[in-house]
């Protein structure tokens, strides 16, 4: 009876002891990514995410906070294509830091000019005529 009392106390007043579990990433594309992750029990309130290019410091940018009640996936926008990117998830503010699984965006298309009725894309920095047609060459 000590036992489990000792360990429902323990519980109480430690809600940040339990780590999410299964993380994971879906729709990627050239500027955004969408990370995923089970509960593991957290009852802290909330969970802190932060993301950052591979090598760069975490503090490149600003934590999101999210809700506990919130479903456990957020889409991280407006980053950087061709880019590959690191990012963890914890419980609350106690929590313990759990890496999720790195993650690389696309490359962009861009539209460098039309002749008649056909379109012409070049993929990511090539984007003047001469570069394209150097490419072809």
Do not use: M
Request: proline share 3%.
């Amino acid at each position: 009876k000590k036992v489990l009392l000792f360990l429902f106390i323990l519980i109480l007043i430690s809600p940040n002891l339990f780590s999410q579990t299964n993380l994971s990433t879906s729709n990627i594309s050239s500027n955004d990514a969408t990370v995923i992750w089970d509960n593991g029990g957290c009852s802290a309130g909330s969970y802190i995410l932060r993301y950052r290019e591979d090598g760069a410091a975490w503090n490149q940018n600003s934590p999101i906070t999210i809700p506990t009640l919130a479903d456990h996936r957020v889409t991280i926008l407006t980053i950087n294509s061709n880019t590959t990117y690191n990012w963890r998830i914890k419980c609350g503010s106690g929590g313990s830091w759990e890496n999720g699984p790195d993650f690389s965006t696309t490359g962009n298309f861009n539209l460098i000019g039309s002749i008649g009725n056909s379109s012409y894309y070049v993929y990511d920095d090539t984007t003047t005529w001469t570069e394209a047609n150097n490419l072809c060459l």
